[in-house]
């Protein structure tokens, strides 16, 4: 009798829908799939707040280890031939060029991610919740690189003439080719600078996902701290 009353006042305390949610053969109370869903929704619009916001200030990329674009491996060599010749200052523009035409594209991606948080499941959220410390970036990441790629590219391409890389790769190059003993190169600098554009979105997204699953400090919502401590 005794236990019979102790469950109905569980119940009647509680309601049948928060008993639902069970993680690891535990129940949850107050923790249902509706609840972390939008626990995983906060996070990642956390993460583009605090994080890929940071990259669209001035020198947001070129200023950032983790986002900075560094130069694919076949203008490498071009970098060092040019140092080794005097040139080191004009390489040193050309990177700059290549960081800020990434900042100019990076500010339409917010729209984009807004969307697709919005589009997480219930399912989806649950094994977002329970999977490694990048889980929410990569269904972010499926769910919106090749939309982004779409958008950022034009920008890019754009944002090149506008800050003048171009140019500046064009003269490098240019420069570089004219050097005896040397192979010419022509990398397609815009599909390079678009695509690790977006890997900087997404590392930036990831380390404020991380935060909040390792750092209670960072779970800056009630409904972050009910969430993310079923995977302490």
Do not use: H
């Amino acid at each position: 009798m005794k236990k019979i009353l102790a469950i109905l006042l569980v119940f009647t305390l509680y309601g049948c829908a928060e008993l639902q949610s069970v993680v690891g053969g535990m129940p949850q109370i107050g923790v249902d799939n509706q609840l972390i869903a939008t626990g995983l929704r906060q996070a990642l619009d956390k993460g583009i707040e605090e994080q890929v916001n940071k990259l669209t200030e001035q020198n947001g990329f070129y200023n950032n280890e983790l986002a900075r674009i560094l130069l694919p491996p076949e203008l490498q060599k071009v970098d060092k031939t040019l140092r080794t010749i005097g040139l080191g200052s004009l390489a040193d523009e050309g990177i700059k060029a290549l960081n800020s035409a990434a900042t100019d594209a990076v500010g339409q991606a917010t729209p984009i991610f807004v969307a697709a948080v919005k589009d997480i499941t219930f399912t989806d959220a649950r094994n977002i919740l329970l999977g490694g410390d990048r889980s929410a970036t990569n269904y972010l990441e499926e769910r919106t690189r090749e939309q982004l790629y779409a958008k950022f590219n034009p920008t890019i391409k754009s944002s090149f003439e506008k800050v003048g890389a171009a140019k500046i790769w064009s003269d490098l190059i240019t420069r570089y080719n004219n050097v005896p003993l040397t192979t010419n190169v022509n990398p397609d600098l815009i599909d390079y600078v678009t695509k690790e554009a977006l890997d900087g979105v997404f590392n930036m997204i990831a380390v404020e996902e991380k935060d909040i699953r390792t750092s209670t400090v960072a779970r800056t919502t009630t409904v972050l701290q009910r969430v993310f401590a079923l995977q302490d």
